[in-house]
């Protein structure tokens, strides 16, 4: 459907009403929007930026890590299949500790084939994405995308009131915030959020090489922060191409970002040795800061949180947009099975039963990922022997790997 037509409801008091609004067009609240949509929830997704424009026809660098149930999400909303370029999956995973320069420990934790009847996760171009979701989000007669505009949203026990910029008004049982990490409607509902500053920022970017990657993604933890080679799909330019993920300090992550090609080329190939050969950076660098946040709750009146505006975790276990993936599963598995009874979307029992499914497993992988960050960035002696051992006991324990890997994949 268009932003201009919206047919009658099957619930709601208007003609123009939703059971769902979903403010912001992310990866995230337009995943959520296609899911409700698909089940057949009247659905408005709300975003300021236009959506075409995210299109970006030139390989930028940046991409994203799918684990196994966020992409179960992705085939039921009608996503996986849009995806105009190939997902490339990952099939081994060799998690390493060392320095820059130096050779990694000898003790080391190696997931593989064995470990999972599937690979562990894929590795989708960011641009690929928003193509698919652009593509789904305007697959539906009751999916109506209002970008751009803007909404001003009143909520009160009985409902939600909706006035867009452009003009429109319309009602909604239920609104979702998807708007990231500053998001204006968890603060308008006073809803408190706890920041954990890693005065880290991570630098993003994508490099051909001159052997196959086979598959095989690399984390290698360095004093400094974690250190990720993710592989990805050939294109015809590069027929071996992986994403590069890795942590500095805020000044030397810009200093390095802003390196030329030669230098910053030689710092990825310190940090990821040679199994790889030669290698090329590629499209954009991009420089995003670390730091982790947790709201204290997860809804207010009329009104959930959903991905980043809920949580933001250290990009180090590669687990931030899946979790958020996680949040719009079971939120879609709460409001379309209280569709499916004739139930109030908005109303507080359904709220609270989706915060009781979400917010303790995110929490726990936020403590997860800043354990992490705090044992292995850093070069005390005593704590890399501890973590190395570490690393080397899982390693000969299948069923402990096993059980890392199904928790990885969401599944």
């Not at 047919?7 to 939703?18: E, F, L």
């Not at 409001?335 to 979307?345: T, V």
């Amino acid at each position: 459907m268009t932003a201009g037509t919206m047919s009658h409801p099957q619930t709601g008091t208007g003609q123009d009403d939703v059971d769902v609004c979903i403010v912001g067009a992310g990866p995230v609240g337009a995943t959520l929007a296609c899911r409700l949509a698909v089940a057949g929830l009247r659905v408005a997704i709300v975003d300021r930026a236009a959506l075409p424009p995210m299109e970006d026809p030139a390989f930028d660098g940046r991409a994203y890590a799918i684990a196994a149930g966020p992409r179960r999400l992705l085939e039921d909303a009608g996503v996986w299949g849009l995806l105009p370029l190939q997902a490339c999956p990952i099939e081994e995973i060799r998690v390493s500790d060392g320095r820059p320069g130096e050779k990694p420990s000898s003790l080391f934790l190696e997931f593989g084939r064995q470990d999972a009847e599937q690979p562990f996760g894929w590795m989708i171009e960011a641009r690929a994405l928003r193509v698919a979701l652009n593509r789904a989000l305007h697959a539906h007669d009751l999916l109506t995308v209002l970008a751009p505009d803007e909404a001003t949203i009143t909520r009160t026990a009985e409902g939600a009131r909706v006035r867009m910029q452009s003009g429109r008004t319309f009602g909604a049982r239920l609104i979702v915030a998807a708007e990231g990490r500053r998001s204006a409607l968890r603060d308008q509902a006073r809803i408190g959020i706890t920041r954990l500053p890693y005065h880290q920022s991570g630098i993003v970017c994508a490099v051909a090489h001159e052997h196959p990657h086979n598959n095989r993604a690399l984390e290698h933890f360095l004093p400094a922060g974690p250190f990720a080679q993710l592989p990805m799909a050939a294109t015809p330019e590069h027929p071996n191409l992986s994403a590069i993920v890795w942590s500095e300090s805020d000044a030397l992550a810009r200093r390095m970002a802003a390196l030329p090609h030669d230098a910053f080329a030689h710092e990825i190939q310190r940090r990821m040795g040679d199994w790889l050969g030669r290698v090329t950076p590629v499209g954009r660098r991009w420089v995003y800061p670390l730091s982790a946040q947790y709201a204290q709750r997860y809804f207010d009146t009329r009104m959930v949180l959903v991905g980043d505006a809920a949580h933001g975790i250290h990009p180090i276990a590669g687990q931030g947009l899946n979790l958020g993936f996680r949040d719009v599963a079971a939120l879609s598995d709460v409001l379309i099975a209280a569709h499916a009874r004739g139930e109030d979307l908005g109303a507080p029992s359904l709220l609270r039963q989706y915060q009781a499914r979400c917010r303790p497993a995110n929490m726990l992988m936020l403590a997860a990922t800043d354990m992490l960050e705090r044992l292995f960035g850093n070069d005390n002696p005593v704590l890399r022997r501890a973590r190395d051992l570490g690393l080397a006991g899982v390693h000969r324990m299948p069923a402990l790997r096993r059980a890392f890997v199904r928790h990885a994949m969401g599944l």
